[in-house]
Structure formats: structure tokens, C-alpha cells
């Protein structure tokens, strides 16, 4: 999981954002972190990658795409890639920087980016709005030649997967990922975790 702090009232009401604002305020240079699992399952596309890639992203999931496509830009994988990422805001775009420096370097690699939230104050000229079957079968011409690898909320990945069967997209070739943030609350109960917190996250509940 990555965790992003917030500074804005209302968006630091949001579940996530209450434990990751808790870790900011409550971690020190020398804090030791316990009990964690390594990493396990198998959301990737080590060590063979397919030639044709489509990674689909909202929020923090893009952190293990992430993961692949630096595997893909330190190996110099021979991949066709297409990374479709939903955000916020311009404001909001995790990785930016590396993202940019990819889209460069790598010259099969092809960075989407939609906010759901634009701030017309902002300079942003990119896509807007949530992804649907229009914005799929527009930036993604070839898309059921592709191997999809979806990452984000339960919410995200169930919808996502629902539009790409409206596409007759294969889905042999669909693999997600999603997050589930009441056994990290669960975890963190005797640790001085704020119970408006813990109680943000009822039992059940799957939040990415």
C-alpha cells in the first residue's frame, strides 16, 4: 500500500487518508514498522512480459504498476505499453516526475493521464472525466491485442473489468490487483491508531 498525506479538510475525512495523515503525524526518523507480510501474490508481469501492455490505475494503485514499469525501463523489455491513470487532480499524479522521464526514454511507452476533478484554475490540458468504454476504445486502438493489468479500489477494478468486457476485451488476458485497508487498521488497533480511524473502516469494508 502507499500511503499519500493530505492537507485539505475534506479530503482528509476520506477513510485512507485519516490513517495516512495518522502515519505522517505519528512516524519518526528511527520508527520501526512490525508485523508486516512480505510482498506475495502474483500481479505482475515478471519475468516474461507480454508484448503488448495495458496498465489501467486510480489513486495510489499505480504504485505497483509502477513496480513493472521500472522492471520494464531498467531491463529494456522490448514492450509496447500504455499506462491509462486516473486522478484527482493535476495536483494529484504520484510518480510524476518518473512517469515523465519514461515517456521520453522509452519510446514504446504511452502515458495517459484523466483527472476526474480538474481544477479549471490549473493549467491541466489533458483528459477529463472517470475512464469508460469511450476513453478505452479511444486511446487504445489495439486494446484486445493488450494484456491488461488493473490496480486500485474494489470499486475501480470491478468497474473497470466490466467495461472491458463491454469491449469483448479477452479475459484470459485481464489480471487486477486491489487493496484491502481494514486488515491494515486491524493491524494498527494497539498502536495508537485514532479510533475515528478504525471505526472509518467497518468490518468488510474494502477501501484502496
Not at 179 to 200: C, N
Request: charged content about 20%.
Amino acid at each position: 500500500m502507499t500511503l499519500k498525506q493530505t492537507f485539505n479538510a475534506e479530503i482528509g475525512e476520506s477513510p485512507i487518508n485519516l490513517l495516512a495523515n495518522w502515519f505522517f503525524e505519528s512516524m519518526q526518523v528511527g520508527s520501526e514498522l512490525i508485523d508486516f507480510s512480505k510482498p506475495i501474490g502474483s500481479f505482475t508481469c515478471f519475468p516474461n512480459p507480454p508484448q503488448k501492455i495495458l496498465f489501467i490505475s486510480a489513486g495510489t494503485g499505480i504504485a505497483s504498476i509502477m513496480s513493472m514499469l521500472r522492471w520494464i525501463y531498467d531491463a529494456a523489455a522490448e514492450c509496447d505499453v500504455t499506462l491509462l491513470h486516473s486522478t484527482r487532480s493535476p495536483d494529484h499524479i504520484p510518480f510524476r516526475q518518473d512517469l515523465e522521464l519514461m515517456t521520453m526514454r522509452l519510446p514504446k511507452f504511452r502515458l495517459v493521464i484523466t483527472t476526474t476533478q480538474p481544477q479549471f484554475t490549473s493549467s491541466w490540458l489533458g483528459l477529463t472525466g472517470r475512464i469508460s468504454a469511450d476513453l478505452l476504445a479511444a486511446v487504445v486502438p489495439d486494446l484486445c491485442d493488450r494484456t491488461a493489468y488493473v490496480a486500485g479500489s474494489s470499486d475501480f477494478a470491478k468497474s473497470t473489468e466490466q467495461i472491458l468486457k463491454s469491449l469483448n476485451f479477452p479475459l484470459q488476458n485481464y489480471y487486477e490487483e486491489t487493496f484491502e485497508s481494514h486488515s491494515l487498521i486491524s493491524q494498527w488497533s494497539d498502536r495508537g491508531v485514532p479510533e475515528r480511524t478504525r471505526e472509518a473502516f467497518p468490518e468488510g469494508h474494502r477501501a484502496f
